[in-house]
């Protein structure tokens, strides 16, 4: 699979990902900076266009996602924690699931992982 870091995500976390067998790309990839920074609806639009997944660390994102009922047909991990800790979430995070599926959530914390429906 395919992830776009976003959300502040530091560059062990990425590391983490190629470990898993994934590769990363980085925000400054998109041609199209609008989608980049600007409504999730459009960032979501471009991922799906691409075929990358999501692994971003930004709530308000997230949230902003549901409330607007956006559908993105791919998955979202949200790695929520300390920095120190994302490089360890995401070990645990392939441990549960060895793969991740379609339209879901992935909420990744200290203790747990934790799966969501995405909306649409």
Same mark, same amino acid.
């Given at each position: ?5 976003? $959300? ?13 067998g994934h590769r990363v790309h980085q ?5 199209? &900076?609008?989608?980049?920074? $600007?409504?999730?609806? !459009? ?7 691409? &075929? ?16 607007? $009922? ?32 379609? !339209? ?6 200290? $203790? ?9």
């Amino acid at each position: 699979m395919q992830f776009l870091l976003h $959300g502040g995500l530091a560059a062990d976390v990425g590391e983490a990902m190629i470990r898993h067998g994934h590769r990363v790309h980085q925000i400054a990839e998109l041609t199209d &900076q609008t989608s980049a920074s $600007g409504p999730p609806d !459009k960032l979501l639009a471009d991922l799906a266009q691409r &075929q990358w997944c999501l692994l971003t660390a930004d709530r308000d994102f997230i949230h902003s996602v549901y409330d607007q $009922g956006l559908a993105f047909s791919l998955c979202i991990v949200l790695l929520l924690g300390e920095p120190s800790e994302r490089n360890a979430a995401v070990d645990r995070l392939f441990e549960r699931y060895k793969r991740l599926s379609p !339209k879901r959530l992935y909420t990744v914390t200290p $203790g747990r992982v934790k799966v969501r429906q995405l909306p649409g």
